[in-house]
């Protein structure tokens, strides 16, 4: 099993950027596919960015290709989602989700606010 927290949320001007963290503990991180989700007010969940296991591959919803990045450090056990160009509609609770072997297991966090001001 895997525990997993994110960090470095905010409030930010559209145009500023932001860079989440969510570190993994418990064993084998490396062997989880790892992806952000986020929430936004009133709506549902929806897919962010998700990478693979060694970082290869990487993919992203449409709203964010180009402004969002995702990476990961196995050694640190943590992933990262670099966000920039932010705009007034990312503003939503960004949570972390770890996938695991077949069929799938998934871990989440419990989200850090992102809050995009105009």
């Known amino acids: 099993q895997v525990q997993l927290v994110e960090s470095g949320g905010g409030l930010v001007q559209a145009g500023g950027s932001l860079r989440l963290s969510c570190a993994a503990s418990g064993r084998s991180f490396s062997s989880y596919a790892m992806a952000w989700f986020r929430q936004p007010p009133a709506k549902e969940r929806e897919f962010v960015a998700s990478i693979s296991v060694s970082g290869a591959n990487t993919f992203y919803a449409d709203s964010v290709k180009g402004r969002f990045t995702i990476s990961r450090d196995n050694a640190k056990n943590t992933v990262y989602l670099q966000m920039n160009s932010l705009k007034p509609e990312d503003t939503a609770v960004y949570l972390c989700?770890?996938?695991?072997?077949?069929?799938?297991?998934?871990?989440w966090g419990q989200g850090t606010q992102v809050t995009v001001s105009s």
């Open positions: 989700n770890a996938e695991q072997g077949g069929p799938p297991t998934y871990y």
